[in-house]
Every structure is written in structure tokens, then in C-alpha cells.
């Protein structure tokens, strides 16, 4: 299984990104995926998770209102639509996705089973 994320760049503050993350390997159509990110000397946090049903999302405070997540099923596909970026954001960011079905969208990395290598954001000020 992979998931392969790319997207990332070099952005001006208030500046746009979208990044995608592409599964191989395995159908994550039953399954919650969500978007971490880890920033230099930080630990690995929560940003989004989408639900296999539609419509489920959650996501974290900092960056409510400026992220979108959403999946394409059929390609396999989870995107992260992030706008109003702020140098706070810079971060590598990682897809990730849950191996079992559940309807509750979870928030830790533990809880989540397969991983992308992660793509460099950086926001300049």
C-alpha cells in the first residue's frame, strides 16, 4: 500500500495550496483518511480527516475555515485545500489512512494505519 502526496511548494503569506494524495495498493473507499502535518523540533499534528461517508469532516482549530478536505472514491484520492496560509503553517504534510470502517473520525496518529512520506509546505512571511 502507498500514498503518495504531493502539492507542497513555496507560498506568500495569504497565499493558496492544494495538495493531493493518491492511494495505491489498496481501495480506501471504507475508510477515513485524514491530513497530518509536523513542523521543525514539533511533533506530528492533526489538520483534517474525511470520512468514507459523505459529508463527515473534521478539523483542527488553527485551521478551521481555511482548509478543505475532500476525496475523489474513485480515484482513490484525498485532497487538502488550504488557503489564507500563514507562516505557522509551514510544515511537512502527510496523508494518512485507517485501515478498519468506522463512522468516528480520529485525531491521533496511533489511530491511523498507513501513511504517505509527506509533502514540504513552506509559507513565507
Known amino acids: 500500500v502507498q500514498l503518495q502526496a504531493c502539492g507542497g511548494g513555496l507560498v506568500q503569506t495569504g497565499g493558496s495550496l492544494r495538495l493531493s494524495c493518491a492511494a495505491s495498493g489498496r481501495t480506501f473507499s471504507n475508510s477515513n483518511m485524514a491530513w497530518f502535518r509536523q513542523a521543525p523540533g514539533k511533533e506530528r499534528e492533526f489538520v483534517a480527516a474525511?470520512?468514507?461517508?459523505?459529508?463527515?469532516?473534521a478539523y483542527a482549530t488553527s485551521v478551521k475555515g481555511r482548509f478543505k478536505i475532500s476525496r475523489d472514491s474513485a480515484k482513490n484520492t484525498v485532497y487538502l485545500e488550504m488557503s489564507s496560509l500563514r507562516p505557522e503553517d509551514t510544515a511537512v504534510y502527510f496523508c494518512a489512512g485507517e485501515a478498519r470502517t468506522t463512522l468516528q473520525l480520529m485525531q491521533q496518529t496511533a489511530d491511523y494505519d498507513f501513511w504517505g512520506h509527506g509533502t514540504q509546505v513552506t509559507v513565507s512571511s
Open positions: 474525511i470520512s468514507w461517508a459523505p459529508g463527515v469532516t
